[in-house]
């Protein structure tokens, strides 16, 4: 990869084709999930490394409660499961572990690890590793108008950085660069604030798959992409 090439200071990625990874394998999809979870960390190292600052991962959305109950118990018990060593690794690598999203679904012992993981990491000083679990941006955009409502704010005051500060992600930059895994094509009720003028790369690679030299792939694309925030290139006024 270009050394040289510019950096995206937030990245976010939506970690899709677990349940595909372990079909081709004849595994229970329950599987695929684990693998997923093992590469969270590395693959935030290698963002890390690469001067990334903030690293969004969808993990579980709004809508994924609607699957198997099985599988949400499984993926439940996943998160139960890594929450405190992921806390461990974060503490380790100096990242600060955030979560994006509701938890008050969660059962309140794990809501009480999640809490703990958080607090656990909030003085680290590099990357920024977010969690979005129980995550959807409507839902999240409903929420913030709530909350504005109850601020008792009057409709001019209503702006795009009041809506911002009522985000999950408030205190964030915006996304620089989304990447999708798995091969499809759309963002699936995704940071849909945050990516507003996000550069987006799919790669067919299944996120168990992801690897260091996906990384740079999605890294070197952004670094190719021109970002004009819809003015024109300089020098240009035809």
């Excluded at 995206?8 to 693998?35: C, E, F, S």
């Excluded at 969004?56 to 949400?72: H, I, K, M, Q």
């Excluded at 992600?169 to 009720?189: K, Q």
């Amino acid at each position: 990869m270009n050394t040289a090439a510019r950096t995206p200071r937030h990245v976010a990625v939506i970690m899709d084709g677990n349940g595909r990874w372990a079909r081709k394998r004849g595994l229970p999809r329950v599987v695929g999930h684990q693998q997923g979870v093992d590469r969270v960390h590395p693959v935030a190292q290698a963002f890390a490394h690469r001067g990334v600052e903030y690293l969004t991962l969808y993990a579980f959305s709004t809508e994924n409660w609607r699957r198997p109950r099985s599988e949400v118990s499984a993926l439940l018990r996943l998160l139960s499961t890594v929450i405190e060593a992921e806390a461990r690794a974060c503490l380790r690598d100096n990242m600060r572990l955030r979560l994006v999203g509701r938890v008050d679904q969660l059962s309140p012992e794990l809501q009480a690890k999640v809490k703990a993981a958080i607090e656990m990491n909030s003085e680290n000083t590099g990357l920024t590793l977010c969690l979005a679990f129980d995550y959807g941006s409507r839902e999240e955009l409903v929420r913030a108008a709530r909350e504005l409502a109850l601020r008792g704010l009057s409709p001019d005051a209503v702006d795009e950085e009041q809506i911002a500060r009522s985000l999950y992600t408030a205190g964030m930059p915006d996304v620089d660069l989304l990447v999708r895994c798995g091969g499809e094509l759309r963002l699936s009720n995704f940071l849909m604030w945050q990516a507003a003028y996000a550069e987006l790369c799919f790669t067919d690679v299944l996120w168990p798959d992801f690897c260091d030299t996906d990384v740079d792939n999605a890294l070197e694309e952004y670094s190719r992409r021109s970002r004009r925030f819809g003015a024109l290139p300089k020098g240009d006024t035809s």
